[in-house]
T-cell receptor, first 111, second 113 residues
Framework: EDQVTQSPEALRLQEGESSSLNCSYT??????LFWYRQDPGKGPEFLFTLYSAGEEKEKERLKATLTKKESFLHITAPKPEDSATYLC????????????FGTGTRLQVTL | KAGVTQTPRYLIKTRGQQVTLSCSPISGHRSVSWYQQTPGQGLQFLFEYFSETQRNKGNFPGRFSGRQFSNSRSEMNVSTLELGDSALYLC????????????FGPGTRLTVL
């Protein structure tokens, strides 16, 4: 069975204090690993898709990386508007659209 | 381009009733998936529809069903509601390829009393 574990559950950073979120996964034949951001009461907002080990993608203060067992979401010099829950999900080969999600990391960035 | 839209945004029902939720995908997207999000279980896959056919199904009881119309719009139905069905129901659409990115709507918040 596909599994996704995210750590830490919650993270509090000061503005400008860089850090990384971890997503460990076990899946039979990774088709894709997805990062989403979710604000309270809203649907997940797409951030990145990674397909193979060694791949990296960047967007503003965020950078996602992928190995064969885990993915990291690096946040550089975060701002208060980066506060949200960050969700990691995997899609296994042969499962059409089914995404298996982790429980998320709740990030709070303070001034 | 307009995003995924879901209606209604909020619903309150009582146990035993049934409910129908609606999802309009991004224009041109042919695949629609449904997810249930609860504080205890997180996001869980319900089912996916593509070309009006259910292509994949998660581990939910038969009380949860769905359908897709020729314009790719989708509906999800829950019959005989239970208290545990209270959740945020999310719809996601994608073009059609297996590895295409899924884009989520704002969700329907269902409360069962």
């Amino acid at each position: 069975e596909d599994q996704v574990t995210q750590s830490p559950e919650a993270l509090r950073l000061q503005e400008g204090e860089s850090s990384s979120l971890n997503c460990s996964y076990t899946v039979s034949g990774l088709r894709g690993l997805f990062w989403y951001r979710q604000d309270p009461g809203k649907g997940p907002e797409f951030l990145f898709t990674l397909y193979s080990a060694g791949e990296e993608k960047e967007k503003e203060r965020l950078k996602a990386t992928l190995t064969k067992k885990e993915s990291f979401l690096h946040i550089t010099a975060p701002k208060p508007e980066d506060s949200a829950t960050y969700l990691c999900a995997v899609q296994a080969g042969g499962t059409a659209s089914k995404l298996t999600f982790g429980t998320g990391t709740r990030l709070q960035v303070t001034l | 381009k307009a995003g995924v839209t879901q209606t209604p945004r909020y619903l309150i029902k009582t146990r035993g009733q049934q409910v129908t939720l609606s999802c309009s995908p991004i224009s041109g997207h042919r695949s629609v998936s449904w997810y249930q999000q609860t504080p205890g279980q997180g996001l869980q896959f319900l089912f996916e529809y593509f070309s009006e056919t259910q292509r994949n199904k998660g581990n939910f009881p038969g009380r949860f069903s769905g359908r897709q119309f020729s314009n790719s719009r989708s509906e999800m139905n829950v019959s005989t509601l239970e208290l545990g069905d209270s959740a945020l129901y999310l719809c996601a659409s994608k073009l059609q390829g297996a590895a295409d990115t899924q884009y989520f709507g704002p969700g329907t918040r269902l409360t069962v009393l």
